[in-house]
Nanobody
């Protein structure tokens, strides 16, 4: 069974950092683009960062450029999102997802990604 599991969320003060992990089971990540998305209460899910299957291409939403870094370790079947200088308005559930089309790197929007994790809560108090 294809499964993604996120970890690393939690409570962090404004300006703090967290590193999220997305571990795959039931399939190897080598062939698939992976994205990180978030959904705040009352808002639509948005794509914040995506990475191609080999890590050669990345995308960042304007709101996170310069503060977030996506990376992957295919040997560990894991993708990471390093988040620095976190803001209160970034409180949300963070999800990782895989595009199940091998070797494709599509737009970093939820509709292009097919296999989703359960999400991890990130809370940045005001």
């Amino acid at each position: 069974q294809l499964q993604l599991v996120e970890s690393g969320g939690g409570l962090v003060q404004p300006g703090g950092s967290l590193r999220l992990s997305c571990a795959a089971s039931g399939f190897t990540l080598n062939y698939y683009a992976i994205g990180w998305f978030r959904q705040a209460p009352g808002k639509e899910r948005e794509g914040i960062s995506c990475i191609s299957n080999n890590g050669g291409s990345t995308y960042y939403a304007d709101s996170v450029k310069g503060r977030f870094t996506i990376s992957r370790d295919n040997a560990k079947n894991t993708v990471y999102l390093q988040m620095n200088s976190l803001k209160h308005e970034e409180t949300a559930i963070y999800y990782c997802a895989a595009d199940d089309a091998p070797l494709m790197f599509s737009l970093c929007v939820p509709g292009n990604y097919d296999v989703w994790g359960q999400g991890t809560q990130v809370t940045v108090p005001s």
